[in-house]
């Protein structure tokens, strides 16, 4: 089973082909392709490339599937007796990608 392992968004994601993941949001248009050549290790099932910091000539595609935000997150900060509260809510925008394939 082919893996590989990519940095986006701040954030590394271990990704094998088919699979549909949600990262940052991504400047690009539903359908279209993108490509990630921050990948940091390709396996092929016995075969492991790790890089230094990233694999030189890998690559991993995938196609926009969907933009969204995810589900509100609530922040309170409560403290008692001081006749203090503060509510927040915060929704972060995403990219849902799926990998259509991985290469070294």
């Known amino acids: 089973m082919s893996y590989a392992i990519i940095e986006t968004g701040g954030k590394q994601h271990r990704v ?6 949600k990262v940052e949001k991504i400047e690009a248009a539903t359908g279209a392709s993108i ?4 990948v940091l290790l390709v396996s092929d099932g016995e075969n492991v ?5 990233y694999v030189i000539g890998g690559k991993v595609t ?3 599937v969907e933009q969204g935000r995810h589900d509100k997150i609530r922040i ?3 403290r008692r007796r ?3 509260m ?3 809510g915060h929704r972060q ?4 990608i799926k990998i259509t394939g991985i290469s070294a």
């Open 16 to 21: 094998i082909p088919g699979e549909i993941l």
């Open 35 to 38: 490509d990630f050549d921050k």
């Open 49 to 53: 490339q790790i890089g230094a910091p």
């Open 62 to 64: 995938a196609e926009v």
């Open 76 to 78: 309170i900060k409560f």
């Open 82 to 84: 001081k006749h203090h």
């Open 86 to 88: 503060k509510q927040m």
């Open 93 to 96: 925008w995403y990219t849902a």
